[in-house]
T-cell receptor
Framework: GIQVEQSPPDLILQEGANSTLRCNFS?????LQWFHQNPWGQLINLFY?????KQNGRLSATTVATERYSLLYISSSQTTDSGVYFC??????????WGAGTKLIIKP | KAGVTQTPRYLIKTRGQQVTLSCSPI?????VSWYQQTPGQGLQFLFE???????NKGNFPGRFSGRQFSNSRSEMNVSTLELGDSALYLC?????????????FGPGTRLTVL
């Protein structure tokens, strides 16, 4: 089945810094979602991005479907950006296949 | 539009007991999926329901079961609880019309088995 890999596994930054998170997937996909999991466990939808580039405030994402990767950019990081960032792709039969996540810590 | 709701938010049970978790999807969504999240295994798919029918089931023992009602609300049940069942259980809501619909998650139910 399809495999999803995220990098880096951990990232520690100072407030105000920029960051790039990567998601590689092993097969072609019709969809890719980025989520932010806050410290209370809630998964927050960031982007639904099968291809191309989308922006939402300080966050943007780019998926290059032909090369099987997606990037999540966070600019001017804030402490509230801390948490775990997941990417997920459809694995067939209505299930999502998840990466292991990138744990982001933003220090004040 | 109200989001996905899950009840209860926290549960503490002892080994051997059973537990029922509930999920109400976004209004108009007919698909509900369940995932288990543990520190060691990450997010693992449990099952997906659409219009009261289970369309897919993950690789979990038969102690894990679920159902969906005519109003699209879903419940999952875990019988004969084991210590390893301690996890965050997340449900996701989508329209369910295709395999790649956007999914929206509830706040989760955190289950602790003692």
């Amino acid at each position: 089945g399809i495999q999803v890999e995220q990098s880096p596994p951990d990232l520690i930054l100072q407030e105000g810094a920029n960051s790039t998170l990567r998601c590689n997937f092993s097969d072609s996909v019709n969809n890719l979602q980025w989520f932010h999991q806050n410290p209370w466990g809630q998964l927050i939808n960031l982007f639904y991005i099968p291809s191309g580039t989308k922006q939402n405030g300080r966050l943007s994402a780019t998926t290059v479907a032909t090369e099987r990767y997606s990037l999540l950019y966070i600019s001017s990081s804030q402490t509230t950006d801390s948490g775990v960032y997941f990417c997920a792709v459809p694995g067939g039969n209505y299930q999502l296949i998840w990466g292991a996540g990138t744990k982001l810590i933003i220090k004040p | 539009k109200a989001g996905v709701t899950q009840t209860p938010r926290y549960l503490i049970k002892t080994r051997g007991q059973q537990v029922t978790l509930s999920c109400s999807p976004i209004s108009g969504h007919r698909s509900v999926s369940w995932y288990q999240q543990t520190p060691g295994q990450g997010l693992q798919f449990l099952f997906e329901y659409f219009s009261e029918t289970q369309r897919n089931k993950g690789n979990f023992p038969g102690r894990f079961s679920g159902r969906q009602f005519s109003n699209s609300r879903s419940e999952m049940n875990v019988s004969t609880l084991e210590l390893g069942d301690s996890a965050l259980y997340l449900c996701a809501s989508s329209s369910g019309t295709s395999d790649h619909n956007e999914q929206f998650f509830g706040p989760g139910t955190r289950l602790t088995v003692l």
